[in-house]
Nanobody, 122 residues
């Protein structure tokens, strides 16, 4: 584990929450960053990915238009702004630094955090 997530919590449906993730400088100068999530009893699911420059983002259809990723390489931080949260967004959220490969595949990412819990109540 080289990444550290923060900002999780319990919210109501429709609320917003911002997750943050920090890590070592060497990862922020070389890698794209991704967010994944894992709900109880389910596999790890791709949420979004931001290129190492921050100029390109990709999102899962389930969060598109609700979630926004950003990064500040000078501060070694990425954020996931989550708006209009839904109960189905409930999961442990992980950030990861990745190399080359399919951006939606967890195996593309070599460096992970331990995750932060997000719980959305209806």
């Amino acid at each position: 584990e080289e990444m550290v997530e923060s900002g999780g919590g319990s919210v109501q449906a429709g609320d917003s929450l911002t997750l943050s993730c920090t890590g070592p400088e060497r990862l922020f100068t070389a890698y794209a960053m991704g967010w994944f999530r894992q709900a109880p009893g389910k596999g790890r699911e791709f949420v979004g990915r931001i290129s190492w420059t921050g100029g390109s983002t990709d999102y899962a259809d389930s969060v598109k238009d609700r979630f926004t990723m950003s990064r500040d390489n000078a501060k070694h931080i990425i954020t996931l702004q989550m708006n209009n949260l839904k109960p189905e967004d409930t999961a442990v959220y992980y950030c990861a630094a990745g190399g080359r490969g399919e951006i939606t595949a967890s195996t593309t990412y070599a460096y992970w955090g331990q995750g932060t819990q997000v719980t959305v109540s209806s």
